[in-house]
T-cell receptor, first 116, second 110 residues
Framework: EPEVTQTPSHQVTQMGQEVILRCVPISNHLYFYWYRQILGQKVEFLVSFYNNEISEKSEIFDDQFSVERPDGSNFTLKIRSTKLEDSAMYFCASSEWTSGSFDTQYFGPGTRLTVL | RKEVEQDPGPFNVPEGATVAFNCTYS??????FFWYRQDCRKEPKLLMS???SGNEDGRFTAQLNRASQYISLLIRDSKLSDSATYLCAVNSGGYQKVTFGTGTKLQVIP
């Protein structure tokens, strides 16, 4: 069964450093997402990406965040200058795209980001 | 009112019991509804989509009540392996964003 993969599984960084989290969505999917989950809290939407541009973003997704699809398979989330409060589990998800309807999102295993 | 609201639990039930969770949503324009299961420190895994007519998958039954703006999940004959957090998720249309509830923790006890 195809699945979303993410690397690394755990990233430790110093405050102020840049991090790039990587995801390989399911191959025939066209919509990509990043969510985060701070320990003990709910899963929160960050951004959706379709046709090489951001489709929607939340208030959390400020100028410190960016997303990119650098090639045909990878989808990345960059945090330019990490803060302590960026420590969380970051989940990538992908879905098909069906005109006029909502498609189920499938999640990767997550990258646990720890900012020291 | 929160967009998606769930009782965090925990629900502690004996093996074989039937347990039900509810989830309320605030946006009446919401169109798609899901239950995900999340094990500790793992990714959400889709359990089932929720359709207007209700749907069943083995021991799991999901219902949608649009008038009262809630969805429910019923688990029959609980197994130890059902112990997890159950996340309600709602898409409010327009975009592909999904809004999650905080989750309801289920612990099935031998």
């Amino acid at each position: 069964e195809p699945e979303v993969t993410q690397t690394p599984s755990h990233q430790v960084t110093q405050m102020g450093q840049e991090v790039i989290l990587r995801c390989v969505p399911i191959s025939n999917h066209l919509y990509f997402y990043w969510y985060r989950q701070i320990l003990g809290q709910k899963v929160e939407f960050l951004v959706s990406f379709y046709n090489n541009e951001i489709s929607e973003k939340s208030e959390i997704f400020d100028d410190q965040f960016s997303v990119e699809r650098p090639d045909g398979s990878n989808f990345t989330l960059k945090i330019r200058s990490t803060k302590l409060e960026d420590s969380a589990m970051y989940f990538c998800a992908s879905s098909e795209w069906t005109s006029g309807s909502f498609d189920t999102q499938y999640f990767g295993p997550g990258t646990r980001l720890t900012v020291l | 009112r929160k967009e998606v609201e769930q009782d965090p639990g925990p629900f502690n039930v004996p093996e074989g019991a039937t347990v039900a969770f509810n989830c309320t949503y605030s946006n009446s324009a919401s169109q798609s509804f899901f239950w995900y299961r999340q094990d500790c420190r793992k990714e959400p895994k889709l359990l089932m989509s929720v359709y207007s007519s209700g749907n069943e998958d083995g021991r799991f039954t999901a219902q949608l009540n649009r008038a009262s703006q809630y969805i429910s999940l019923l688990i029959r004959d609980s197994k130890l392996s059902d112990s997890a957090t159950y996340l309600c998720a709602v898409n409010s249309g327009g975009y592909q964003k999904v809004t999650f509830g905080t989750g309801t923790k289920l612990q099935v006890i031998p």
